[in-house]
């Protein structure tokens, strides 16, 4: 039996990435003998297109993973499919374990899987090839010919979690992802289920979900961990991993032998979700001595009252400060994640959090809009007061769909867009390099382009390495006056955006370095890359020049981009790094 999973990944601003819940229900059948496909679907897709895929897979069943934002999606996709094919879908995942009964009232789908799929999933196949319903397995209503559902009830949650096989990371093609997103490729989980009770986080209603079927918070043993990892490093080019439960330091006699024996063993950086009430300067130091070169906590307000009374968070503005300065000072690269539009919110606590993010100083953070998740706190407390409004999401990072008396949905995307401009200023600030960085010093060049959106600081992913970039589309020029130090040689990087690698995305770049002096514009480099037709170019390309000793009058460099008259459309090319030190003198 083939079972293809479909997983909608449309206008949330992530690019491909893991996802460890279809992983692991992928890895049960094949050990079992079945087969599996997925199709990831990062942005819409058309009737004719999807349907063609799915003739192509010819599965048994069809699975889509359910998140609340992409709802409206997976249920047009579902009514194309039964259109064409009588082939059943099953609905898994976060909204369908939450909201079972929202899902059934949508005549498409044909089960229901609520909770944890691995065994129900395969318990399905196995009934169907022998040409039976599957109406009698624990974690799946059933739609009857009437149109009824068969509810059976949960079966208690998994306790061993050591006894399953490790999530097939070849399903979602890890060896390429790799290549586009490093960071989103090498997911592990530890364990699953969060203790937290966050009002706004599904984690508190799957807990009363699960009340009296077992122990909500479990987690493997630490050689089953270590064994995972030294699995993905032989089929892999990993070069770090992102430990991604929801917070991996709230066992610390668990976390405390987990640094040991990876300590011991590894030398390979890695990720994790903390909340800063688990941590101290003791365990950063013992994370950071095991391997742990970055923490990421939810801060999500920097107003107490919002988050304590809002949000059930209990940790104050002084305990965020200190792990944050605690986490600088050891090395620690730090991210923030926030979120705008709570209820209740006002322009006076969005300022605080801005305020708590000037003095953290994050090297990353996240910001999202509020989205009040079915049966949370928060959603019942938007309900009760009249706040939801008819406005549909179909991502995360849109806008809000609440109608606030203190905040209007104009006011809350200015709000994040600000702060993720004010978070780029501090990381480059926190990450700057030599005497001159020509990154940090951006809103100081004088920019000739044709839209200003074609020449911006952002990030870019090249061969799998992330770094911060000047993007500077064809024809662009962006100048900086300054003076140059003595023996000043100039560091950067050039590369192509891999998405227009494609035969059909336009033509290479020239990539030119000037310099103005007495009057006259000098050449100090030049270089021509086409990605799309030399696979030598498929990579970040790292260049040194010595710059010519210069008088203490300030100058001008020229950054230049320009395609001299060939087809400039999808010509994404981008400056790595620019900056200034001094080249080492002969002793």
Not at 101 to 127: K, N, S, Y
Not at 213 to 241: A, F, H, N, P, T
Not at 492 to 510: A, L, N, Q, Y
Request: aromatic share 10%; net charge negative.
């Amino acid at each position: 039996m083939k079972l293809l999973f479909i997983h909608c990944n449309i206008n949330t601003g992530n690019g491909r990435h893991f996802v460890p819940g279809i992983a692991g229900i992928s890895s049960v059948l094949k050990a079992a003998g079945h087969e599996t496909a997925l199709l990831f679907l990062q942005e819409g897709v058309d009737r004719e297109a999807l349907v063609k895929k799915i003739e192509a897979e010819q599965p048994d069943l069809i699975g889509f993973s359910t998140l609340t934002n992409q709802m409206r999606s997976i249920r047009q996709y579902t009514r194309w499919i039964k259109e064409e094919h009588d082939i059943p879908v099953i609905y898994g995942g976060i909204h369908a374990t939450i909201c079972p009964e929202d899902v059934a009232r949508h005549d498409d789908v044909d089960f229901i899987c609520i909770g944890e799929g691995e065994f129900p999933v395969l318990e399905l196949l196995e009934q169907m090839e022998k040409g039976g319903s599957g109406d009698n397995i624990p974690n799946l209503w059933v739609r009857q010919p009437d149109g009824r559902f068969i509810k059976n009830p949960l079966r208690p949650l998994m306790h061993d979690l050591d006894a399953l096989p490790f999530p097939d990371h070849e399903l979602f093609k890890c060896g390429q992802l790799l290549l586009e997103n490093p960071m989103e490729a090498t997911f592990l989980m530890a364990g699953r289920g969060c203790p937290f009770t966050c009002k706004y986080c599904c984690n508190h209603v799957l807990q009363e979900r699960y009340r009296g079927l077992g122990k909500y918070c479990r987690l493997r043993s630490q050689e089953r961990v270590l064994e995972e990892i030294r699995y993905l490093l032989g089929r892999y080019d990993i070069k770090r991993l992102v430990i991604f439960d929801d917070t991996f330091t709230y066992n610390y006699p668990w976390l405390m032998r987990f640094c040991q024996l990876y300590r011991d063993e590894f030398d390979l950086p890695f990720a994790i979700q903390v909340r800063v009430d688990t941590v101290d300067e003791k365990i950063l130091r013992m994370l950071k001595e095991a391997g742990c070169d970055m923490i990421i906590a939810g801060i999500e307000s920097g107003s107490e009252r919002i988050r304590h009374g809002i949000m059930n968070r209990k940790m104050t503005n002084e305990r965020i400060v200190n792990v944050y300065k605690t986490a600088d000072a050891l090395g620690l690269k730090t991210w923030a994640n926030y979120i705008i539009g709570l209820p209740t919110e006002t322009p006076e606590d969005v300022e605080e959090t801005f305020a708590i993010n000037r003095i953290i100083r994050p090297n990353n953070i996240q910001v999202s809009i509020f989205f009040p998740y079915p049966k949370t706190a928060l959603f019942d407390l938007c309900s009760q007061e009249g706040y939801l409004s008819d406005r549909e999401s179909n991502g995360f990072f849109g806008e809000s769909i609440l109608n606030l008396p203190t905040l209007t949905k104009e006011q809350i995307l200015e709000y994040v867009n600000k702060l993720k401009a004010e978070a780029v200023r501090i990381k480059l600030e926190k990450e700057q390099s030599g005497e001159f960085d020509f990154l940090v010093r951006f809103p100081e060049a004088r920019l000739t382009t044709e839209h200003e959106a074609y020449v911006r600081i952002t990030s870019e992913i090249i061969d799998g390495e992330e770094r911060s970039v000047i993007f500077a589309h064809p024809e662009s020029r962006i100048s900086y006056t300054l003076s140059l130090p003595e023996n000043a040689r100039l560091c950067f990087g050039i590369g192509m955006s891999p998405p227009v690698w494609s035969k059909e995305k336009g033509s290479g770049v020239d990539f030119e370095i000037t310099m103005n002096e007495n009057g006259r514009e000098r050449l100090l480099f030049s270089r021509y890359i086409d990605p799309k037709n030399n696979p030598d170019d498929r990579k970040w390309h790292d260049i040194t020049v010595d710059l010519p000793e210069h008088s203490s009058h300030p100058t001008q460099l020229n950054f230049i981009t320009t395609t001299k008259g060939r087809d400039k459309q999808f010509c994404w090319a981008v400056w790595s790094q620019p900056f200034l030190d001094r080249r080492k003198q002969p002793a």
